[in-house]
């Protein structure tokens, strides 16, 4: 895994004016014994949010193959983790990721491409069922972005850049720019950003509806870490239908959707949590939520 990273070239652009710059990284440093591009723990009052960090700051924090692989690795954990109720992933205050590994792409062929299904397994975070909130500082370009918008909450700090800059390389976005985006921000935005490859900033992004809020640098994570617990704190079990029927609406007609929501709030009459909720209501105290 250490050796697709090993010279792994970030891909962001200086300016609006210049050529994007190809960097060359160093192998990055091992955060503990299973990953070696990533810092992965649990964070909160109760340990209940699980916390990931690209740990590849001197690249940006380029993705690479490992590190998605190493992502996955993590999302799964969590998934399987009962304790855990929410999830945040972010990067530095320079940088979310600032875009994807182009050595590891330049020389693919188009037959290596569509036979390996190239990119597939960089989906993951979309389907995982516990909330995933993006705090995201610094560059998310490219790939960057793609993750960012992968995810269920972006929180950004002042300073932060999105944007899909491909088309200054030749090609089109691979990971969900093109779609994610324009469901998040519009048409004409979104084909302005994928045929120019300018970025926005972290304010355009709010007000385009990209971003959800926006904190200082240095209070960001501490942001997303207090929404995660929030979350954490409700039903997981409840959280995770609510997602997914949150998610129905960008694939069903309103028709669709609403039959779709309908049935999932039947459901939740089936559930422990859905009873000790409305009862700790009317008694005028704290759910205690079991997930079940």
């Known amino acids: 895994m250490a050796a697709l990273c090993r010279r792994a070239v970030v ?4 300016t609006k004016t210049l050529p994007y710059v190809l960097t ?9 014994t299973q990953y070696n591009y990533l810092i992965v723990d649990k964070r909160g009052e109760n340990k209940n949010v699980g916390f990931i960090q690209l740990n590849r700051p001197k690249a940006l924090n380029a993705l690479c193959d490992g590190l998605m692989k190493e992502m996955n690795q993590a999302l799964d954990a969590f998934e399987n983790d009962a304790q855990v109720g929410a999830i945040i992933i972010t990067g530095n205050e320079k940088s979310f990721a600032a875009g994807a590994d182009i ?8 037959q290596e491409c569509y036979g390996g299904n190239f990119l597939s397994h960089w989906n993951r975070v979309s389907t995982v069922r516990k909330p995933i909130i993006a705090a995201v500082n610094g560059f998310a370009l490219g790939g960057g972005c793609e993750l960012a918008m992968m ?17 200054l390389l030749g090609t089109v ?7 994610r985006l324009t469901r998040a921000v519009g048409k004409s935005l979104a084909m302005e950003m ?9 304010k355009e992004a709010k007000e385009s509806g990209l971003v959800s809020k926006i904190f200082p640098v240095e209070q960001l994570v501490e942001e997303a870490l207090r929404c995660g617990e929030k979350i954490a704190n ?20 309103l028709t669709e959707g ?10 939740t009459f089936a559930t422990d949590d859905r009873k000790e909720g409305m009862t700790a209501f009317v008694e005028k105290r704290k759910a205690n939520f079991k997930d079940n």
């Open 151 to 167: 995810c269920d909450i972006i929180y950004a700090g002042e300073k932060a850049q999105f944007g899909q800059p491909e088309i």
């Open 11 to 14: 891909l962001f652009q200086t």
């Open 194 to 202: 994928v045929l120019t490859g300018d970025r926005i900033s972290a």
């Open 173 to 179: 976005p691979g990971a969900g720019g093109t779609q």
């Open 258 to 267: 609403s039959r779709f929501e309908k049935r999932i709030f039947h459901a």
């Open 103 to 110: 050595k590891e792409m330049q020389n693919r062929t188009f």
């Open 234 to 253: 409700n039903s997981k079990l409840v959280c995770a239908m609510a997602k997914e029927a949150v998610n129905a609406a960008f694939e069903l007609t």
């Open 24 to 32: 060359a990284a160093r192998k990055c440093s091992t955060a503990g």
